[in-house]
C-alpha cells in the first residue's frame, strides 16, 4: 500500500487541533453527549456516510462502504468525558463546570472524523464496508455494552475491529500494538459490614465493624500476594471505607468499595472465589455479617496477535514514529472489551506526552493534556491499518 496517509493527515491537521479543543472546551458525560454526538453524526452525514444515530442511547454508527464486497471492518472512538474539575488555564479550557476531557476522548472523536474524511476519497477503490462507531459512556458507564445491546456488531457483523488510545505515559512518537492481553477485566465490589454499635469506650459491649474493616483491609492484600501466581498479575483496591460520625461512637455498620483487575480468567475467577472466603470468613470471626456486591464490570481487553503485529509494522513505516513496542500492558481498563470479545482486533496505543511542555500529566488528573501532534500520527496509523483490510 503507497498511500501517504500520514500526509493525509497532516493535511488536516489544523482542523483537527480545532476541533479537538471544540470537543475540550464541551465536555460531556457518559451517555450525556448529546452535543457531541450530534457534531459527530452532522459530520458524517456530510461525508455521505450512511448514518444511524441513537445506539446505545447516544451512540453514532456511519457505514462507508466501497464498491466493491470485501470485510467489514469496526473502528471505535470514544466521545465521554470525566467528573473532573478542570485545572488547565488554556483558551480551551472546560466551559462545563466539574467536567471535564481528562482522558483524551475528545482527540479519540476528533480522530475518528478525521479517519473517516480520509479514507471516503477511497470509497471507489475499496472493497469491503468500514463501520465507524463512536462509543457513549465509555468511562464505567457501560456503553460499549449497551451498543453491543443495540445491534453495533450486526447489518453488517464485522470480522475484524480496531481502537486507539492517545496515551500520556509515553511520548509524542511511541506505538504500543500488544500481543494477547493489553487492558485488564475489572470488577468492582462493595462490602457491607454488619456489628453492633456502642459508646467508644465501652467496645466490650460492641461486635466493633470498624475492627473487622481493617483487618478485611489486610487481608485481601493476601490474595495477589500469597493466592495468584508471581508471573500472573492481579490488583485488589479499597477504595473507600465509611463507617460512623462520631469520635466516641462505635458504629452499627461500615460500607466498603473497590475494585479488583485481572488479564486471565481463571486468575479472575481465583480472586473472586478467595475475596468471599476472606471477607466472609473474618467478618464471622469478629461477630459481624458481611453482605457482599460483587460487579463484574468489563473483561480484558485481549488482541488478535496477527492484527497486533500488522498494526506495529504499520507504525514502523510511518515518518514521526520513533519507537514501536509490542508490551505495553495497563491494569487499567477499556470496555471495548465486549465489542472484541466478538470481534477479532487490535487496541493500540498512541503515546502523546511531551514533557517540555508539561503536557505530561497522566490520565483522569485534572491538569491532563497532550500533545496534539498525537492526533495526527493516530489518524494516519488508523486511516493505515484500516486501509488494509478494504483497499485494493
Not at 500526509?7 to 471544540?22: F, G, K, N, W, Y
Not at 451512540?59 to 473532573?84: C, H, K, S
Not at 456503553?143 to 509515553?170: C, F, Q, Y
Not at 465493624?209 to 501466581?229: C, F, K, M, Y
Request: charge should be negative.
Amino acid at each position: 500500500m503507497t498511500t501517504d496517509f500520514l500526509s493525509l493527515a497532516q493535511s488536516l491537521e489544523a482542523e483537527m487541533i480545532a476541533r479537538r479543543r471544540d470537543f475540550h472546551r464541551h465536555p460531556e458525560l457518559g451517555f450525556q453527549e448529546v452535543r457531541t454526538a450530534g457534531i459527530v453524526a452532522q459530520e458524517l452525514n456530510a461525508l455521505g456516510l450512511e448514518v444511524r444515530t441513537g445506539v446505545g442511547r447516544t451512540g453514532v454508527v456511519g457505514l462507508l462502504e466501497g464498491d466493491q464486497p470485501g470485510p467489514t471492518v469496526l473502528l471505535r472512538f470514544d466521545m465521554d468525558a470525566l467528573p473532573i474539575v478542570e485545572a488547565n488555564t488554556t483558551d480551551y479550557v472546560s466551559q462545563n463546570t466539574g467536567v471535564m476531557h481528562a482522558c483524551g476522548h475528545d482527540g479519540h472523536t476528533t480522530i475518528g472524523l478525521a479517519v473517516a474524511k480520509i479514507l471516503m476519497r477511497y470509497r471507489k477503490e475499496m472493497a469491503g464496508t468500514l463501520k465507524f462507531v463512536f462509543q457513549p459512556g465509555e468511562e464505567g458507564c457501560g456503553g460499549a455494552k449497551a451498543m453491543v445491546d443495540d445491534g453495533v456488531l450486526t447489518a453488517p457483523a464485522p470480522e475484524r475491529s480496531l481502537a486507539l488510545h492517545i496515551w500520556n505515559d509515553k511520548p509524542i512518537g511511541w506505538v504500543a500494538a500488544t500481543d494477547g492481553p493489553t487492558m485488564a477485566a475489572a470488577d468492582k465490589f462493595t462490602i457491607t459490614l454488619q456489628g453492633k454499635g456502642g459508646h467508644a469506650a465501652s467496645p466490650y459491649q460492641t461486635k466493633d465493624p470498624i475492627v473487622a474493616a481493617a483487618q478485611i483491609v489486610t487481608a485481601l492484600q493476601s490474595i495477589p500476594a500469597r493466592n495468584v501466581d508471581a508471573l500472573e498479575s492481579a490488583v485488589l483496591s479499597i477504595t473507600s471505607i465509611k463507617g460512623g460520625e462520631a469520635f466516641n461512637v462505635i458504629p452499627d455498620g461500615v460500607t466498603m468499595l473497590g475494585t479488583v483487575r485481572t488479564f486471565q480468567p481463571a486468575v479472575r475467577e481465583l480472586v473472586m472465589r478467595r475475596f468471599e472466603e476472606v471477607v466472609q470468613g473474618i467478618a464471622q470471626a469478629m461477630l459481624c455479617l458481611a453482605n457482599i456486591r460483587y460487579e463484574v464490570t468489563t473483561p480484558a481487553v485481549i488482541n488478535q496477535t496477527t492484527m497486533s503485529a500488522e498494526v506495529r509494522a504499520l507504525a514502523q513505516t510511518l515518518p514521526g514514529v520513533t519507537e514501536v513496542v509490542a508490551h505495553e500492558r495497563t491494569m487499567g481498563s477499556e470496555d471495548m472489551a465486549y465489542m472484541m470479545d466478538t470481534v477479532p482486533g487490535c487496541y493500540f496505543f498512541v503515546g502523546s506526552a511531551n514533557a517540555e511542555k508539561e503536557l505530561n500529566y497522566p490520565h483522569h488528573h485534572p491538569r491532563f493534556d497532550f500533545d496534539e501532534r498525537a492526533l495526527t500520527l493516530g489518524a494516519a496509523l488508523m486511516a493505515k491499518a484500516a486501509a488494509q483490510y478494504v483497499l485494493r
